[in-house]
């Protein structure tokens, strides 16, 4: 049965002066209080002219109907506050008032109250069997508790523990690190012991991360009709990772004779059945989750023959009025790139004033029939195919 601990005032015999303030009787709380006991608060009076009104403060505020506290009038002189059941939550500093007609008094006391270690309410609002991590981010491990007399609050990972300095710092019973890597990642158990008894709580890092593709190379040989993979593997990253695929900086829907295949969870990739010149560009792989994103580019180039560039047959017809400007448009693309001739008759074309080449367009300025009527002939270096 827990012991009853009251704490009288000396009461003496009201003085009988006349319009007198009250004065309060000092007193005190015992140093071995602990948690379960009862309390009462005696605040007796030794003077003052009735009638005589009595409060009650904790922490500077009104008791009120604080839980587990009551207030009783025992007489004119005295007055008595009452815990029942005293424990960490009615610690703090009372306050006894008595006012009447002719002034006031006050006296104060803490109660300081003994109790062995409890987690801070920050702490349990982290008490989670997991905690995730993000690899190169901060993270902050609450081991903080109360008590009294204080905590000595310890953290171990394993049977080592853990002390302030290089990438932990430790204080008040909080652990910061400052960078995540991947040897923080583990178990680790928080430890609060005083006098009075010790709790401890486990926890796991686990490590999260934003995707990491793994580099890829296109091969140096590819040629048209030739079946292309191209692979967005990620090395590293905390699912569900979401791909998505780009050439020349546009997503890729609907491009003809491209296929997009999720192979698992951290592959993806890129079918070309079929390499056309039309498949030529920059293919960008992004892969993302929601601790951030990652990107990889290549590069598909490859051979083919050359091609014209306007939509055109080999043989052409040009008709232009004399003295007008003429071009003729021998213009194509290839790769490597093509070596472009134009003949006129059997002899190459030679550039003057009035005939200048760009790139493969002919231009004939002041075009005259008897000078430039003929046929004209354009040629791909090694007759259309790859050097």
Known sequence: MNAVVVICGILLAPTTTAQAPPEITPFKLPPDLVEGRRLSLFCSLTIGTPPISFSWAKDGYAVGSLPGIKVFHVDEYQNVLQIENVSVDHVGNYTCSAKNAFGTDQMSVRLALKFKPRWTMSNIEQDKKILTAVAGQSLAVDCSAVSYPAPTIKILKGNRELNSGGPHQLQLGVMTIKRVEPADKGEYTCVAENVLG????????????????????????????????????????????????YKDGNPITNLTGVKIAHIDDFQDQLQIESLSRDHVGNYTCNAKNIYGAARIAVQVVMKFAP?????????????????????????????PTPDIKIYKGSREILLDERIQRNLGLLVIRRYHQKLHSTVYLTTWKKAKGFP
């Open 307 to 335: 091609k014209w560039l306007l939509d055109q047959q080999d043989t052409a017809t040009v008709t232009r009025i004399v003295g007008e400007t003429v071009e003729i448009n021998c213009r194509s693309n290839g790769h």
């Open 198 to 245: 010790k709790i401890q709580k486990t926890l796991f890092i686990a490590l999260s991360a934003p995707p990491d593709i793994n580099p890829y190379k296109i091969p140096d040989d590819l040629a048209e009709g030739k079946r292309l993979s191209i692979m967005c593997s990620v090395s590293s990253g905390t699912p569900p990772i979401s791909f998505s695929w």
